[in-house]
C-alpha cells in the first residue's frame, strides 16, 4: 500500500477510536464499557500502525509485520523526526 492510503486508514482508525470513547462514558453496563474500551483500544493501536507505515515508505519500505515495523523504525530514526502527512 502506498503512503497515502495508510494516512487515510489511520485517520479512520482514530476517528472510529474516538466515537468508541464517547460512548464508553455514556455506557452503565461494565461489560459493555469493557467491551467498548477494547474496541476504542484496538482502533488506536491500528491507527499508530497506519500512521508509522507513510513514515517507512519515505525510505521506500514497507513493514510485514511488527517486529519488522520496530526494526525499521529502530534502524531509520530519523524518518520519524519529520513525518509525512497527506491532505485530505
Known sequence: MN???????AKEHFETA???DEKIGEEK??????ALRT???QNY???G???????LAKISTHSFNHENRNR???EHPEISKNPTTTSQ
Do not use: G, L, Q
Open 3 to 9: 503512503a497515502e492510503i495508510h494516512t487515510i486508514a
Open 39 to 41: 474496541v476504542a483500544s
Open 29 to 34: 453496563d461494565e461489560n459493555r464499557k469493557t
Open 45 to 47: 493501536f491500528y491507527a
Open 49 to 55: 500502525i497506519n500512521a508509522i507505515e507513510p513514515m
Open 18 to 20: 474516538e466515537k468508541y
Open 72 to 74: 525499521n523504525m529502530a
